[in-house]
């Protein structure tokens, strides 16, 4: 039951991280400081429960290894760099747009480090469901000028080695991280994620956290239901299936973040954004039919 609804809950939570990174920016939380607090809240409790039920930990030291480079690889640097570019003045949308880009990226690795079988339907799915992304985000990138690029090329470039590096994450922990308790390796991963935000927090930013109702709130849902919900339901998923159809869902996303904006922050949602989201969800599944 919970391998056929895990798609859908994965994208209605993970969509709500852009809305908790600008409950976060609005209160005057520094990205990178309010990630290190999410990666230790979330490693302790994730250890300490798979401490109380027994969980299996790691018995080889290349298996703790492989488990600290996948967190440094889909938390540190992808939700890090994501962050940070978001937090230094890149435009959420045009965030979105190259985050979308990894569905693409990922369809072509997997087809020769995995040797997974991509079809001409899931292959037309991914090019539909970038056309539909974009005609969501268009409204937010439209405002973006050449200008605009050219002084965030730094925050740009950042979020494309996010990009990648969840790319890359995710046939890590397909190929590496294929076998053990979750529990425990989702604690290792998060221990991983915060040997290297935090020294790089240290460096960049001057550690504001201002314990707000909005930034308690923004911890409790990163870490609850977030960093354990969401990003369980991906290892789960990577693990189980195709790592190229995994990655068609965050097609979806952008869509589905546009969504609550709109419910929560009163955002504009255009009928060209309603008739994307129905282009990305044909593309959605056509990339991930069987």
Do not use: C
């Amino acid at each position: 039951m919970l391998e056929r609804v895990a798609p859908a809950l994965f994208v209605l939570i993970w969509s709500t991280g852009w809305i908790v990174a600008k409950y976060a920016a609005v209160a005057g939380a520094d990205p990178l400081t309010f990630l290190v607090v999410r990666y230790a809240i979330a490693a302790i409790v994730i250890g300490l429960f798979a401490f109380a039920v027994g969980a299996d930990w790691p018995r080889r030291r290349l298996d703790w290894v492989h488990g600290l480079v996948s967190g440094i690889l889909l938390h540190a640097i992808y939700l890090g760099g994501v962050w940070w570019a978001i937090g230094t003045g890149l435009p959420a949308g045009l965030s979105a747009l190259i985050a979308a880009l990894q569905p693409l990226l990922t369809i072509m690795i997997a087809r020769f480090v995995l040797d997974e079988r991509v079809s001409l339907a899931n292959l037309a799915g991914v090019v539909i469901g970038l056309v539909g992304v974009g005609i969501v985000l268009a409204p937010r990138v439209s405002s973006v000028t050449s200008e605009t690029v050219a002084a965030m090329s730094g925050p740009i470039l950042v979020n494309i080695v996010s990009m990648v590096a969840v790319t890359i994450g995710t046939f890590y922990q397909k190929r590496f991280v294929a076998a053990g308790d979750l529990r425990s390796l989702t604690a290792v991963q998060y221990l991983g994620a915060l040997m290297v935000t935090l020294p790089v927090a240290l460096y960049l930013e001057p550690l504001n956290l201002p314990f707000t109702r909005e930034v308690l709130y923004g911890l409790v849902w990163s870490v609850l239901v977030l960093s354990i919900g969401a990003i369980s339901l991906m290892l789960m998923m990577i693990r189980r299936g195709a790592v190229s159809k995994v990655a068609s869902l965050i097609y979806l996303i952008p869509p589905t973040a546009a969504v609550q904006a709109w419910a929560m922050f009163g955002e504009t949602l255009a009928t060209g954004q309603i008739a994307g989201m129905v282009v990305t969800a044909i593309g959605v599944y056509l990339a991930t039919r069987p």
